[in-house]
């Protein structure tokens, strides 16, 4: 194997961690880099930045590395942050992860990498990178572990990216991960998976897009169009939502005493323009319901649309494939037919493609519908 200067994004956490032990263990010069990319809540109880980068550097003391510590926040903030409000402004639920690897992790973090003389940088992502054999282009594979799969959040890559990546935790499961971090007494070895987007963690999402966003209280209204109660503002709400609506307790008009109380309330549409929030009764609603989606901004991961038609798709993370039909408008649009409706495709949200195994790109969803 060729012995390469790697540069590991280190975050502090168990995955990221095992990725460079088992690439100095295979000989490779390792170096490790903590990203920090958000700095507005530094002195703040749910901003674990300055905690990460403590553990960070720890893991990088046991393994014999050098450690750098590198600030990204101000092209976070123009790039992924600004894109993030945008988005929710115009009433669409928007995944900045997704647009951080694509803009961050795997462009200024690897055009940081290259400068200190990298051949490779690798990140704790459950995911894989092939050299196709016959065309020697890189694809992009789910990682190994089912569960813990980030294929999803890496479809915006393009070949010059990937073909820099390595993702050596790709190639194992959780359980082994851990294993391998207790086994070196890595001090972070039992340190819990971080969740959310990475500058809100784990506050109080409404709270936190109060600050940005301006509320416009309107009317919420049910499938029959009766008004039952307020909303906040409609950047607040996402598709399919069903807590923090403040209608759970109503009960059915006319129901007998001692009636049971509806079924849950979930969002189903937003009306942008007439400032009103849609809701209906059940799980299974024909509003929650789509068997077609339109989405712009495609990315492919070998630089052109798929040519087969029947392919798979994710229209959320930690969904199941779904088989479907695609058909290109053009080089950034595309639409999708399922056999099976989808539940609450939201536009904001990826659909993201899928050959198998292999990723192949994916867009942003513009719209959804029942059909014809």
Request: proline share 4%.
């Given at each position: 194997m060729t012995k390469n200067r790697i540069v590991v994004g280190l975050s502090g956490g168990v995955d990221s961690a095992v990725t460079a032990h088992l690439l100095?263990?295979?000989?490779?010069?390792?170096?490790?880099?903590?990203?920090?990319?958000?700095?507005?809540?530094?002195?703040?109880?749910?901003?674990?930045?300055?905690?990460?980068?403590?553990?960070?550097?720890?893991?990088?003391?046991?393994?014999?590395?050098?450690?750098?510590?590198?600030?990204?926040?101000?092209?976070?903030?123009?790039?992924?942050?600004?894109?993030?409000?945008?988005?929710?402004?115009?009433?669409?639920?928007?995944?900045?992860?997704?647009?951080?690897?694509?803009?961050?992790?795997?462009?200024?973090?690897?055009?940081?990498?290259?400068?200190?003389?990298?051949?490779k940088i690798a990140t704790g992502h459950y995911a894989r990178v092939r050299e196709n054999p016959v065309t020697g282009q890189s694809e992009l594979l789910k990682g190994l572990d089912p569960s813990k799969d980030q294929s999803y959040f890496l479809h915006r890559l393009n070949q010059a990216q990937l073909s820099k990546t390595l993702f050596p935790v790709g190639e194992l499961h959780k359980t082994e991960v851990r294993r391998i971090a207790e086994?070196?007494?890595?001090?972070?070895?039992?340190?819990?998976?971080?969740?959310?987007?990475?500058?809100?963690?784990?506050?109080?999402?409404?709270?936190?897009?109060?600050?940005y966003i301006a509320k416009e209280p309107g009317?919420?209204?049910?499938?029959?169009?009766?008004?039952?109660?307020q909303h906040v503002g409609l950047s607040f709400y996402t598709l399919g939502q069903r807590q923090g609506l403040g209608i759970g307790g109503l009960k059915a008009k006319g129901a007998q005493k001692g009636g049971g109380e509806h079924a849950p309330w979930f969002v189903a549409r937003?009306?942008?323009?007439?400032?009103?929030?849609?809701?209906?009764?059940?799980?299974?609603?024909?509003?929650?319901?789509?068997?077609?989606?339109?989405?712009?901004?495609?990315?492919?991961?070998?630089?052109?649309?798929?040519?087969?038609?029947?392919?798979?798709?994710?229209?959320?993370?930690?969904?199941?494939?779904?088989?479907?039909?695609?058909?290109?408008?053009?080089?950034?649009?595309?639409?999708l037919r399922f056999p099976q409706a989808q539940w609450a495709v939201t536009p904001g949200q990826s659909a993201v493609l899928y050959d198998g195994d292999i990723c192949l790109g994916g867009g942003v969803i513009a719209s959804a519908h029942a059909g014809e």
């Open positions: 100095k263990q295979q000989g490779h010069e390792v170096v490790g880099i903590f990203m920090k990319n958000w700095e507005d809540d530094d002195d703040s109880e749910y901003c674990s930045s300055n905690a990460d980068f403590v553990d960070a550097a720890a893991v990088a003391d046991v393994i014999g590395i050098e450690i750098e510590h590198v600030n990204f926040a101000s092209e976070y903030k123009d790039r992924v942050f600004a894109e993030f409000l945008r988005e929710y402004q115009a009433g669409r639920t928007p995944n900045p992860d997704i647009l951080c690897n694509a803009e961050i992790k795997f462009k200024s973090f690897l055009d940081h990498a290259v400068a200190l003389g990298a051949e086994e070196m007494k890595l001090p972070n070895a039992k340190k819990k998976d971080s969740t959310g987007i990475c500058f809100i963690g784990e506050r109080p999402f409404r709270d936190f897009l109060n600050r009317p919420i209204k049910n499938a029959k169009g009766h008004t039952i109660g937003k009306d942008m323009q007439a400032n009103i929030l849609w809701v209906v009764q059940g799980h299974s609603h024909p509003w929650l319901q789509s068997i077609a989606l339109e989405a712009q901004a495609a990315s492919w991961l070998s630089g052109e649309p798929p040519r087969q038609m029947q392919l798979a798709a994710k229209t959320r993370y930690r969904q199941a494939d779904s088989p479907c039909s695609i058909a290109v408008a053009s080089a950034t649009e595309f639409s």
